[in-house]
Nanobody, 120 residues
Framework: QVQLVESGGGLVQAGGSLRLSCTASGSIFRINSVGWYRQAPGKQREFVAAITSTGNLNYADSVKGRFTISRDNAKNTVYLQMNSLKPEDTAIYYC??????????????WGQGTQVTVSS
């Protein structure tokens, strides 16, 4: 079983920055892509950013130029650096990843989420 734990959320003023972390633990053989998603109150969960095992990056148009995703494979950790935050970035941010366990089974796991609140 693979567990994901997010951290780094909080309350910040518009224009400020936060860095989210997502750390995977468990019987991990290989992590493929890792993505960040967010869900604002009353809205559906939406894609924010993703990074593949080879380092390819993908961003939602709404965060391009402001957010940066990166990964530290040695630590099984992915980061989301969020700059120039806007009130509309307020949401619960979730981390998602897929890969192979030590038992050669495929996993797809979600974290519990971390709250990001941006005040105007």
């Amino acid at each position: 079983q693979v567990q994901l734990v997010e951290s780094g959320g909080g309350l910040v003023q518009a224009g400020g920055s936060l860095r989210l972390s997502c750390t995977a633990s468990g019987s991990i053989f290989r992590i493929n892509s890792v993505g960040w998603y967010r869900q604002a109150p009353g809205k559906q969960r939406e894609f924010v950013a993703a990074i593949t095992s080879t380092g390819n990056l993908n961003y939602a148009d709404s965060v391009k130029g402001r957010f940066t995703i990166s990964r530290d494979n040695a630590k099984n950790t992915v980061y989301l650096q969020m700059n120039s935050l806007k009130p509309e970035d307020t949401a619960i941010y979730y981390c998602n990843t897929d890969g192979l366990t030590d038992l050669n089974t495929i996993f797809n796991s979600w974290g519990q989420g971390t709250q990001v609140t941006v005040s105007s």
